[in-house]
């Protein structure tokens, strides 16, 4: 049976669960859409997933819910506003604005902290994506620009999940903030690629990405019209949902090179679920070497 090295790298909202069962959890989901491939019947992954969030609430800086940074009730730093403002403006289509500007503007009811503008651009966010998706993206925003305006917390984070790398490790997934905290510790070169002698990684695969908006990227020092590109001895694959809610359905072949990209549909329920991409053939295909 050929067995595969991979390391996970969650996104936020995982400090109620603990390491062992975070990695059982993606480890069953994995191994489901590995099994339904035909063509590599007994292939299996060794897989870690580094609990990163139980190491912030240990510590004085958090991002679970013990100290919930980023409630409904949590008002906004102006900087925090403008950004998450960014963020909707990145992905809201003209028309969705144009929709929004002949709506009262107590049509969501939206927090009230909120200024007028956040507010037209979230109603226009919701014409896309209804039935609550603007409270979970703002939110993921928020959790997003805390960790990429904090670097002596996003260092600390970047070292706990490194620490889950070994010689051996092949493939790396990324979901959510997962998948930014992931592209960091490979563009930083933190964790060595396969073209490095005894290191064996190779390919990263990113899911319900939010480096698919601009705003991201900006935030990452990384200006427009600036590919986003890896080491060129690691394949990348990006896996998307275009009714993800919060990453705007946006995909990542704009703006980055040498990248395979697959669409799937998580379905109604939770179409930013980790396991639900971690379950889908494309991701099956790209941590056992095949095309997605």
Known sequence: MQTIPVVGVHGIGQSKTSQHQLTADWGRALQRGIDSLPDVAGCGTS?????????????????????????????????????VAEAFA??????????????????????????????RLA??????????????????????????TKPALAAEVRAFVRDGFTLDTAVVIGHSLGSVIAYDLLRRKE????????????????????????AVRRLMGITDGT?????SN???????????????GASLSAGARKLTEAR?????????????????????RAVTGGRP
Request: net charge negative; charged share 20%; glycine share 8%.
């Open 47 to 83: 897989l870690e997933v580094p609990h990163w969030t139980a190491l912030l609430a240990r510590g004085t800086d958090r991002l679970g819910p013990e100290d919930d940074l980023f409630g409904e009730s949590v008002p906004m730093e102006p900087t925090e506003e403008e950004f």
């Open 90 to 119: 990145d992905l809201v289509l003209p028309e969705d604005v144009a929709f929004a500007e002949t709506q009262s503007m107590a049509t969501l009811g939206l927090p009230k902290l909120w200024s007028p503008r956040l507010t």
């Open 123 to 148: 109603m226009a966010y919701d014409r896309r994506y209804p039935g609550g998706g603007v409270q979970f993206f703002v939110r993921r925003m928020r959790e997003v620009r805390y960790y990429l």
């Open 191 to 214: 964790v060595s690629a396969a073209d490095t002698p005894g290191y064996a990684l190779h390919t990263l695969v990113t899911c319900g990405s939010p480096l698919g908006i601009p």
């Open 227 to 231: 590919p986003l590109q890896l080491d």
């Open 234 to 248: 690691i394949r990348w694959v990006n896996v998307f949902d275009p009714n993800d809610f919060i990453t705007g």
């Open 264 to 284: 799937v549909n998580n379905g109604i329920g939770d179409p930013h679920s980790a396991l639900r991409y971690l379950r889908s053939v494309p991701v099956a």
